[in-house]
């Protein structure tokens, strides 16, 4: 059974920095998408981040843009998101999710932030991140 475990989340001051990890186990799958969704008290599940496997190329919000950045090892079946310039409305629990590509192709990533929940193959538990001086 494929799961994905999202870590790394803690408590920073504004301005921090934090890395979390997306790890997937039992997981063989060769074409495919991590996506990092964050959702925060009282608001609407946002997409902030989305990256290819193989490939790399990756989108980002315009939330996020400039202070995130994700990348992957694929040895390790682990997606990172490198998060700098920490800001109180970034506080929220980040979840992870994976959309496979089994018929092939290289679909256009910035919609993937925009899929309904159901439409992704895996999600992880979710990590709290809480930025407050």
């Known amino acids: 059974q494929v799961q994905l475990v999202e870590s790394g989340g803690a408590s920073v001051q504004p301005g921090g920095a934090l890395e979390l990890s997306c790890a997937a186990s039992?997981?063989?799958?060769?074409?495919?998408?991590i996506a990092w969704f964050r959702q925060a008290p009282g608001k609407e599940r946002e997409g902030i981040s989305v990256i290819r496997v193989p490939g790399g190329d990756s989108v980002h919000a315009n939330s996020v843009k400039g202070r995130f950045a994700i990348s992957s090892d694929r040895a390790k079946n682990t997606v990172f998101l490198q998060m700098n310039g920490l800001k109180p409305e970034d506080t929220a629990i980040y979840y992870c999710a994976c959309l496979l590509f089994l018929g092939g192709g290289r679909p256009n990533l910035q919609p993937i932030l925009s899929r309904h929940r159901a439409e992704f193959d895996f999600w992880g538990q979710g990590t709290q991140v809480t930025v407050s001086s």
């Open positions: 039992n997981f063989h799958f060769d074409n495919y998408a």
